[in-house]
């Protein structure tokens, strides 16, 4: 049997494959009212996001693969200016590429309580709802693009997990550029590469050609960073945060 993935990577996959599980287990039992497959239609799918805020009473959290603009959940999310509970929170998980100007936009215009947070990992785009409701974005053989309500219970609650796995190893979106800027340069690349590959001290200086003495200035200024407690660790975060792909 082959061992799971690991990691943000490893949270994909389940997530994927517990999706088809459920569909799967739809199909065989039509009547079950666990899972409704609604068409990719804006007004239809906003109105399903509304319904499930209203339910929200705690935390709703959102997790868009792209931009707010190429979402169906993320836009009617943001343009509610409240939830269900006066207290709930909204977490926002994204990959750079939705840090565009309309993300900051609707963010100022919601009365709610927003984080966001960014990472460089692929994602499902999901909405969870206080661990019970969820919507998913998906794209099935028999349906084509489809939206999943979710109302199993146990469903919403393994993928709120899995959304809370990647949302702890991402940054906020200051952080993000704040990281991104300070390791840009090619010096912190290379020396990064060969954090990520376990190359000893002595080896990665005499590579890059600086002393041994600078190189570990290099990585403890890196590594503080990063917020690493290890060596390894710091190549792993660089690929987590993007500066680095795994192989390359």
Not at 146 to 173: E, K, M, Y
């Amino acid at each position: 049997m082959q061992e799971p993935a690991d990691g943000v990577e490893g949270a994909l996959l389940r997530a994927r494959a517990l999706i088809d599980l459920t569909v799967a287990l739809h199909r065989q039992t039509p009547r079950s009212d666990s899972l409704v497959i609604l068409p990719d239609d804006e007004a239809a799918v906003a109105n399903a996001v509304d319904v499930l805020l209203d339910r929200t009473r705690h935390s709703a959290n959102l997790a868009l693969p792209g931009s707010v603009e190429q979402s169906r959940l993320g836009a009617p999310v943001l343009a509610r200016r409240r939830a269900g509970g006066q207290d709930c929170i909204v977490r926002l998980l994204c990959n750079p590429r939705g840090l565009n100007a309309q993300l900051p936009r609707a963010a100022k215009k919601s009365t709610r309580r927003l984080e966001t947070r960014v990472t460089h990992s692929p994602l499902v785009e999901v909405l969870v709802a206080d661990g019970r409701f969820a919507l998913v974005r998906a794209e099935l053989p028999a349906d084509g693009d489809c939206v999943l309500i979710v109302q199993d219970p146990a469903v919403a609650r393994t993928l709120d997990l899995l959304f809370a796995g990647v949302w702890s190893g991402a940054v906020s979106p200051a952080e993000h550029v704040r990281v991104n800027q300070r390791l840009s340069s090619d010096v912190a690349r290379r020396i990064l590469e060969r954090l990520r590959d376990g190359t000893t001290d002595a080896v990665g200086a005499r590579d890059i050609e600086v002393s041994l003495r600078t190189y570990r200035r290099h990585v403890a200024d890196i590594m503080r960073e990063l917020g690493a407690n290890s060596r390894f660790q710091a190549g792993m975060r660089a690929v987590e945060l993007g500066l680095l792909t795994p192989e390359d």
